[in-house]
């Protein structure tokens, strides 16, 4: 499932970075991409939010709404 993670504390490419190397190492994540000036992270994972929120605070970042990422092509 396609996820989109909203953050708060991620400044720079190099945050981006270590949030996206932080939630590929979880099992059940298959791709993930982070964009630092929209403060949000898209994911393709089949784990709870629970978990996707978790590895998020423990990178270092606040998670203010996990969602369902939609767009023209589902």
Same mark, same amino acid.
């Given at each position: 499932?396609k996820?989109v993670i *909203?953050?708060?504390?991620? /400044?720079c490419?190099? /945050?981006? *970075?270590?949030a996206e190397?932080?939630?590929?190492?979880?099992?059940g994540? #298959?791709?993930?991409?982070a964009?630092f000036?929209?403060?949000?992270?898209?994911?393709? #994972?089949?784990l709870?939010?629970e *978990?996707?929120s978790? /590895?998020?605070a423990?990178a270092?970042f606040?998670?203010?709404?996990?969602?369902?990422?939609?767009g023209i092509?589902g």
């Open positions: 499932m996820k *909203e953050v708060e504390g991620m /400044c490419k190099r /945050c981006a *970075e270590r190397k932080k939630l590929l190492l979880l099992g994540v #298959s791709g993930a991409k964009n000036k929209k403060g949000v992270i898209f994911v393709e #994972s089949d709870p939010d *978990e996707l978790a /590895c998020v423990d270092g606040a998670v203010k709404e996990i969602r369902a990422r939609k092509f």
